[in-house]
């Protein structure tokens, strides 16, 4: 058995990140290339597809919100073993200055969005017998939080979803595991603190024991592991990478 702490610990497998092209996303994907998985990324924008030249990943644009995008990019490039669903928006505001679009809008990427690219790909995993899901959701999904209820509500709905294929999945040889980040260095979150300022910044490191912003590759390290033939006996787990938020 190769291991995942070798360089080669994922050669042969093949992996699919959704919003691979930024942020947590795009550490993901090139941590996984570095454990010589073969790549494939997706994101919305097409002209996002040059990053993954740098790790010689292929590139598909579709949004993961449109119903029929993750069926059609199965249809391209076959199975993978490795899925890791990570795509996602954020939106700021409580709950009471909501309506309907905005509720859409952050279920159908952040829910309907997993849900669409899982059902596009979790056939071949059963079939071929092995299969690493790997959902990325948030802490927020298991504490709640404030000025993001619906966003959480989504998170929320990835967790219970994770840990109901892994139910359906185990005999197959299929993994599902969700992974919470806290806060992390990313374009999604400066877009949270351009708007909410330094205080938001003070509220969201202060809710960590560590008292800091996490890094991009904090989580992917994570991912590499749950992808790996190391963690064969973990699934339907529930991990925070958060400075210890989820304590
Ligand atoms: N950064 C944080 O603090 C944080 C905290 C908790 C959870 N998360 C979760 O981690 C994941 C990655 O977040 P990030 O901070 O790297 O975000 P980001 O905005 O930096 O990157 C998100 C990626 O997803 C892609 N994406 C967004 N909407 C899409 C859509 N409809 N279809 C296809 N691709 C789409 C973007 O193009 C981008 O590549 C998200 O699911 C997010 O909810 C992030």
New binding site residues.
């Given amino acids: 058995m190769a291991s995942v702490f070798s360089s080669d610990g994922l050669q042969g497998r093949r992996a699919l990140v959704?919003?691979?092209?930024?942020?947590?996303?795009l550490a993901i994907a090139r941590s996984l290339s570095a454990a010589g998985a073969d790549i494939v990324i997706?994101?919305?924008?097409a002209r996002?597809g040059k990053v993954s030249a740098e790790f010689g990943g292929k590139f598909i644009a579709f949004?993961?919100?449109d119903p029929n995008g993750a069926q059609s990019c199965r249809d391209e490039i076959g199975p993978v073993d490795i899925l890791i669903n990570?795509?996602?928006?954020?939106q700021h505001g409580f709950f009471t200055n909501s309506d309907l679009d905005e509720w859409r809008r952050l279920l159908d990427?952040?829910l309907t969005?997993v849900l669409s690219v899982t059902r596009a790909f979790l056939p071949d995993m059963q079939d071929q017998g092995f299969g690493r899901l790997i959902n990325?959701a948030?802490?927020a999904g298991r504490r709640g939080s404030r000025g993001g209820s619906v966003y959480a509500a989504a998170k929320g709905g990835v967790i219970a979803f994770t840990k109901s294929i892994a139910r359906e999945s185990a005999k197959f040889g299929v993994t599902s595991n969700v992974v919470l980040?806290?806060?992390?260095d990313?374009?999604?979150?400066k877009k949270a603190i351009e708007k909410g300022g330094e205080k938001i910044l003070g509220a969201m490191t202060g809710a960590t024991l560590l008292g800091r912003l996490g890094t991009?590759e904090e989580v992917s390290g994570l991912v590499v592991f749950l992808a790996s033939d190391e963690a064969s006996f973990i699934t339907g787990e529930v991990i925070g990478v958060s400075g210890g938020m989820g304590v």
Avoid: F, M, Y
């Fill in positions: 959704t919003g691979g092209s930024a942020g947590i996303g997706t994101g919305r924008d996002a949004d993961v919100a990570n795509a996602g928006v954020d990427v952040n969005g990325i948030s802490e980040p806290g806060p992390v990313t374009p999604l979150l991009p």
